[in-house]
């Protein structure tokens, strides 16, 4: 990679219409393609959509999403932040992301993982008990899809293939394919050994922490003699006109969502001082156009990676200030980053 990407990310969250009511999702959906159209104008390099199977998300056929918006934009890359890899089959995965990767000139990437929910195992006929095997073999099944023309393939989650072709076949580029990782070394090493990207799913702490992780990376690519690939991180943030609008607009749809979440998981509530807390020193980018892109920076930096994807949308924040939101980071965060960077090409890894 020759240059520093920079992202976004959205799970379509159910916002809030003009009455305080929640949007339906059918508009949601048309929304997030809003969205995304706004931020292929504004020169963002990435555009990710979550799957989730949720009554607060509008998302649970991203490539669907993904299409539409590749039909009216001409240079944004489109991925999934993530494809739940472990309840769906690969090979469908796989012609779902060769078929978009046509329609939109070679534009999409896979981002895949085990999701941060378990309503799809249920939903799809998964045993949670199994969500270690489902992964590691439909993952190493995935990895052989998007190398191979022909697969040859055997585990105990499917009947085994023997020279199978899976159409429509990629072209010579092949297709990117990443894993998010939330903090497993032995998700690191795998991925390393099935020579695919790593993409930290960084969601709250100093990210500083996350370093001996991509030290791991780097030391398991020497050891198995893999290509040391672009490593990514996904991390939450909003961006206004100042620091103060930013964290006032964010907060009240932060708390909804975390409080809501919290509930489900048992966690004690989150409080306004622990949310300025990962604002100012941890991995909540929140802040006018300056101040996020000089923390973007900090990171990319600090971990010494290729592509940062920044998720906008948190719990029911209106569209309206989403899309103000997006312009911003566009229009001002990236080149600011780049400018950044510029001048500290220890930033930077080639």
């Known amino acids: 990679m020759s240059r520093i990407e920079l992202g976004l990310d959205t799970f379509g969250d159910v916002s809030l219409a003009a009455d305080g009511t929640l949007k339906p999702m059918d508009q949601v959906l048309r929304d997030v393609v ?22 607060d998300f509008a998302v ?39 078929t978009l990767n046509a329609l939109s000139s070679g534009r999409a990437e896979i981002i895949v993982g085990r999701g941060s929910f378990t309503e799809s195992y249920p939903l799809f006929g998964f045993d949670l008990q199994d969500y ?27 009947p085994a293939l023997s020279d199978q072709r899976v159409y429509p076949p ?24 099935q020579d695919l990207q790593l993409m930290l799913a960084i969601i709250g702490g100093d990210p500083r922490r996350f370093a001996p992780y991509i ?15 672009p490593i ?8 206004a006109k100042t ?8 907060w009240p749809h932060y708390a909804d969502m975390f409080g809501r979440i919290g509930r489900e998981r048992g966690w004690p509530p989150t409080t306004k001082e622990r949310f300025i807390e990962e604002v100012e020193h941890g991995s909540l980018y929140v802040g006018s156009p300056e101040t996020v892109a000089r923390k973007i920076a900090k990171t990319i930096t600090d971990l010494k990676i290729q592509r940062f994807d920044m998720k906008y949308s948190t719990g029911p924040m209106p569209h309206e200030k989403l899309l103000d939101c997006i312009g911003l980071y566009g229009e ?19």
Request: with cysteine; aromatic share 4%.
């Open 34 to 55: 809003e969205e995304a159209v706004v931020a292929d104008q504004a020169g963002v390099d990435f555009i990710g959509i979550g799957e989730h199977h949720r009554p």
């Open 60 to 98: 649970s056929a991203p490539e669907i999403v993904l299409a539409t918006i590749a039909g009216r934009t001409s240079k944004i890359r489109l991925g999934t932040a993530v494809t739940v890899l472990s309840s769906d089959d690969p090979i469908r995965v796989f012609q779902r992301f060769s």
């Open 132 to 158: 270690e095997r489902l992964f590691e073999e439909k993952l190493d099944l995935l990895a052989k899809l998007v190398r191979q023309p022909t697969v040859t393939w055997s585990g105990t989650i499917r």
């Open 170 to 193: 990629l072209a010579p580029e092949g297709l990117t394919t990443w894993v998010g990782v939330g903090g497993s070394p032995e998700s690191v090493v795998r991925l390393v050994r």
């Open 215 to 229: 030290d791991l990376y780097h030391r398991a690519c020497a050891q198995l003699g893999r290509q040391v690939r």
């Open 232 to 239: 990514g991180v996904h991390s939450p943030g909003f961006v």
């Open 243 to 250: 620091d103060e609008a930013a964290r006032e607009a964010l």
């Open 332 to 350: 001002k965060v990236v080149p600011m980053v780049h400018d950044i960077l510029a001048h500290n090409p220890a930033g930077t890894m080639h």
